[in-house]
């Protein structure tokens, strides 16, 4: 990874730090939209502002890559790029923290993409348990990296209740509830 490539990783930390931070504030101060009964305030989703479009402009978003046969992008906690390459399967931790030990799923996809010889539809990004009890904030990066096909699992279904509208104009929302469903979903749309 280029000295470039860490630069721009840091300055994005720094920028979530910093919207994490005015959030609080908000709550703080008793501006925010949105609060659900457990205290978690939903992210805004309010257009970004022509400033910060100009500086990122020159940069692709995480999940904005083609995606090839046997790659996928899937949220454990951070993202990750699956892929293989040379029939070794690869793991990538787009966001630099450390690698995760649960990718089994994200391993049998890969493997039925390369068996059908077709890969998933770019943009397409898959969750994984890890985002439950933080599904909306989880969204919002998966809008903020590109995303626009996200798939669900269904238990956290329910965390959509109450949460803006927009977030489900933003992005095209799949939810399943095994494996077997999950693979079906991606290959036969």
């Not at 949105?34 to 402009?57: A, K, L, T």
């Not at 649960?102 to 890969?119: G, L, P, V, Y």
């Not at 109450?162 to 509830?177: D, H, M, S, V």
Request: charged residues 30%.
């Amino acid at each position: 990874m280029s000295e470039l490539s860490e630069l721009i990783k840091i300055n994005k930390n720094i920028e979530k730090q910093n919207t994490e931070i005015i959030r609080l504030l908000k709550i703080i101060a008793g501006e925010s939209d949105f609060v659900d009964r457990s205290g978690y305030v939903f992210p805004d989703f309010d257009e970004e502002d022509d400033e910060s479009e100009d500086i990122f402009d020159n940069f692709d978003s995480l999940l904005e890559n083609e995606i090839g046969v046997g790659e996928l992008y899937f949220i454990d906690g951070d993202i990750y790029r699956y892929s293989v390459k040379n029939n070794e399967g690869m793991l990538d931790n787009l966001m630099g923290g450390e690698v995760t030990t649960t990718f089994d799923m994200a391993q049998n996809i890969s493997r039925e993409s390369i068996k059908r010889n077709q890969s998933i539809d770019d943009n397409t990004v898959i969750l994984t348990s890890s985002s439950k009890g933080n599904l909306p904030k989880t969204l919002q990066v998966c809008h903020e990296q590109g995303g626009e096909k996200v798939f669900i699992p269904w238990d956290q279904m329910m965390e959509l209740l109450g949460a803006p509208e927009k977030i489900q104009t933003i992005l095209k929302l799949n939810f399943y509830r095994t494996e077997d469903e999950l693979i079906k979903k991606l290959f036969e749309e």
